[in-house]
């Protein structure tokens, strides 16, 4: 959904480093969600939000921390504990029952 | 927790036939069932969805399919074109999603080649 906005398109993470990646949504959407993706793989819940203030784990949400101080923004930091963080990262927003993607990031490790 | 299976992890086509691409679950409490088309290094579109409540949805050239008391929901894509060559998935989930219900589970995804 072009409402959905992700940022950077790629992002290279040096080992033990922290990287951040950016969600924003114009969409005036309350829940939020972080999945992960790998190839040949589904995608796998990390967190979300429900409303500003709150998020919970999701399934794979070790290595992962993540904030919702505005409604528009969900960021996602991938930490020095988070050992295989090569993946394409993806942001969400619901409305209703439908979930909408924005475009995506892909982590790399150099 | 829910768990999605998806069958095959492959599937090529000639143009013009017909697609099929199926699902099971295992939580009896899901009730909306999507389907996401994604292109190479694209996001993840919703192209179709059902509710429980109902047992067939068509929309053009695409219909989905849902068998509640066996857990497998089906995609079905008739005269298949080339654009529509990509990764499928499936999903499920109780809604409304969050807490205890859980959130929408994928399948691992279908990659469907339509050869010309």
């Known amino acids: 959904d072009g409402g959905i906005t992700q940022s950077p398109k790629y992002l290279f993470r040096k080992e033990g480093q922290n990287v951040t990646l950016s969600c924003e949504q114009n969409?005036?959407?309350?829940?939020m969600y972080w999945y992960r993706q790998d190839p040949g793989q589904g995608l796998r819940l990390i967190y979300y939000?429900?409303?500003?203030?709150?998020?919970q784990k999701g399934d794979i949400a070790e290595g992962y921390s993540v904030s919702r101080e505005k409604k528009e923004s969900f960021p996602l930091t991938v930490t020095s504990a988070q050992k295989n963080p090569t993946a394409f990262y993806l942001c969400?927003?619901?409305?209703?029952?439908?979930?909408?993607f924005g475009s995506g990031t892909q982590l790399s490790v150099l | 927790g829910e768990n999605v299976e998806q069958h095959p992890s492959t599937l090529s086509v000639q143009e013009g036939d017909s697609a099929v691409i199926k699902c099971t679950y295992s939580?009896?409490?899901?009730?909306?069932f999507p389907w996401y088309k994604q292109e190479l290094g694209k996001r993840p579109q919703l192209i179709i969805d059902?509710?429980?409540?109902?047992g067939e949805k068509k929309d053009q050239r695409i219909a989905v399919t849902l068998n509640k008391t066996a857990k497998h929901f089906s995609l079905h894509i008739t005269e298949t074109q080339p654009e529509d060559s990509a990764v499928y998935f499936c999903?499920?989930?109780?809604?409304?999603?969050?807490?205890?219900?859980?959130?929408?589970?994928f399948g691992k995804g279908t990659k469907l080649s339509v050869k010309p």
């Open positions: 969400a927003s619901t409305v209703g029952e439908k979930l909408f």
């Open positions: 969409l005036n959407h309350d829940a």
């Open positions: 939000s429900q409303i500003v203030n709150d998020f």
């Open positions: 939580d009896s409490a899901s009730n909306y």
């Open positions: 059902i509710r429980s409540n109902v």
């Open positions: 999903a499920a989930s109780p809604f409304p999603y969050g807490g205890s219900q859980g959130n929408l589970i």
